[in-house]
């Protein structure tokens, strides 16, 4: 995507832009949220006492 003032992109263009953001956004949150899970499970793990 060629980089434009924002001022100068039709209504189209600037809709595509947004689309374009919100789907790399979204694949970041979910990425992000996927590491925490993994993280908090691993602490989870930790804190249980062994079981003798």
Known sequence: M???PFESMSLEELWRLHAVVNDILAARLVAKK???E???GLL???DKPPNY
Do not use: D, P, T, Y
């Open 2 to 4: 060629e980089r434009q």
């Open 34 to 36: 996927e590491e925490l």
């Open 38 to 40: 993994r993280r908090l």
């Open 44 to 46: 989870k793990r930790e």
